[in-house]
C-alpha cells in the first residue's frame, strides 16, 4: 500500500460560488499533485474539534502542515500585534492538536510555510507577528514575482537533512511576513536566508521533522530540489509504517 499522507485543509471564509456556503474546507491542487507525483495517497482532514485530533492517526503515515493564514498569537502567550493577519482559531486549534498526536506517534511530518510556523508555536516556540519586530530581517521575504519562481537563495547547513535534499545554496521562492523567533525545544534550524532570517527547522535528535519556510509545492514540477521534499517525506513515511 502506497504512504497515506495526511493535509489538514485550510478554510475558505467566503461564499463560494458553486455551492454557495461559507467554510468550505480546501486543500491547495499543487500540494495535493506534489504528493501525488512522489507516491503517495493525499487525505484531507477536515478542521474539527481539537478533541478528535488522536481518532485521525490510523488514516495516515505522514502528515503536511501547509501555508494559509497566521496562526493566534494567543499560543505563544501574546496579543495580536498591529500588521497580524487573518487567523482562524479553529484550524489553529485543530492542527495544533493533531501535531502534538502526531509528534508523539511517531508519524513523519513535514511543515511548509504557516506550517513550519505552526510546529514551532505548537512544541512551545514562537514567531515574530510581522517580520517588521524582527532586527535581522534586510531582504524581501514576500516576492512580488510569480509564485513558482524563486526570489532569494538561502543557506543550508551541511550537516541537516534538508542539505541532502537541496544543496548548499537553494533557490527558493518566498511568501510569508512572520518568522521564527524562539525556536521550540526539539527543534533546530538547518536554513536561513543571507539576513539570517530562519528558512527551515528538523528534529534534533531524530527524522520525524523537517519544515521549511517557502512553497515547494508551487515549483516541484520544474524544480528537483523542490520534489525531493515530498520524496523524502514519503521515504520517511514508509520507514514508521
Request: with cysteine; charged share 20%; glycine share 6%.
Amino acid at each position: 500500500m502506497q504512504p497515506r499522507i495526511a493535509i489538514p485543509a485550510d478554510t475558505l471564509t467566503e461564499a463560494t460560488n458553486i455551492i454557495n456556503e461559507r467554510n468550505a474546507a480546501f486543500a491547495p491542487r499543487p500540494l495535493i499533485e506534489a504528493v501525488l507525483k512522489s507516491g503517495g495517497v493525499p487525505v484531507i482532514f477536515p478542521s474539527v474539534a481539537p478533541e478528535l485530533a488522536a481518532s485521525y492517526l490510523d488514516l495516515f503515515d505522514g502528515i503536511i502542515f501547509a501555508g494559509g493564514a497566521d496562526v493566534d498569537p494567543t499560543f505563544f502567550n501574546e496579543e495580536p500585534h498591529l500588521k497580524l493577519g487573518p487567523t482562524y482559531l479553529k484550524r489553529d486549534q485543530f492542527e495544533v492538536a493533531l501535531l502534538k498526536e502526531a509528534v508523539a506517534a511517531d508519524k513523519a511530518i513535514m511543515g511548509i510555510c504557516r506550517g513550519m510556523q505552526l510546529i514551532n508555536i505548537a512544541l512551545g516556540g514562537s514567531v515574530y507577528q510581522d517580520l517588521s519586530e524582527d532586527p535581522r530581517q534586510t531582504l524581501k521575504h514576500s516576492q512580488d514575482a510569480p509564485g513558482n519562481l524563486p526570489s532569494h537563495h538561502i543557506n543550508v547547513a551541511p550537516e541537516s537533512r534538508l542539505f541532502k535534499l537541496t544543496g548548499r545554496r537553494a533557490y527558493v521562492n518566498s511568501r510569508h511576513h512572520q518568522a521564527l523567533h524562539q525556536i521550540a525545544p526539539g527543534l533546530h534550524v538547518t536554513a536561513s536566508a543571507d539576513d539570517q532570517v530562519p528558512e527551515a527547522v528538523e528534529s534534533v535528535s531524530s527524522d520525524q521533522i523537517l519544515a521549511v519556510q517557502w512553497h515547494p509545492e508551487n515549483m516541484f514540477k520544474h524544480d528537483p530540489s523542490s520534489q525531493n521534499l515530498f520524496a523524502d517525506l514519503l521515504q520517511r513515511a514508509a520507514a514508521r509504517r
